[in-house]
């Protein structure tokens, strides 16, 4: 079983700064994916950014492209959002998320970090 915690989040003002922090316990591979995902109040869960485990690769949405970086810690078993120049639109509850490489959709959620962001 699949353990992930996130920590980091909090208020911060426009332009500032964050970093996320997700604890991962349980049974991982080298090829999963490790992601971010944030919802907004009265909005869907969306996206955010994932990278491969043991490789490295990175894919962003568009809305944070430039702004965030996603990174891991393969000896912490620690994935990381550090995020720069925060906005308000950013403000949201920010989940990190996993699955194997060959799953369609993410199976193990943490209970998720509340990022808010004054302007």
């Known amino acids: 079983q699949v353990q992930l915690v996130e920590s980091g989040g909090g208020l911060v003002q426009a332009g500032g700064s964050l970093r996320l922090s997700c604890a991962v316990s349980?049974?991982?591979?080298?090829?999963?994916?490790m992601a971010w995902f944030r919802q907004a109040p009265g909005k869907e869960r969306e996206f955010v950014a994932r990278?491969?485990?043991?490789?490295?690769?990175?894919y962003y949405a568009d809305s944070v492209k430039g702004r965030f970086t996603i990174s891991r810690d393969n000896a912490k078993n620690t994935v990381y959002l550090q995020m720069n120049s925060l906005k308000p639109e950013d403000t949201a509850v920010y989940y990190c998320?996993?699955?194997?490489?060959?799953?369609?959709?993410?199976?193990?959620w943490g209970p998720g970090t509340q990022v808010t962001v004054s302007s």
């Open positions: 990278i491969i485990w043991s490789f490295g690769n990175t």
């Open positions: 349980g049974r991982t591979f080298s090829s999963d994916y």
């Open positions: 998320a996993t699955r194997t490489a060959s799953a369609s959709e993410y199976r193990y």
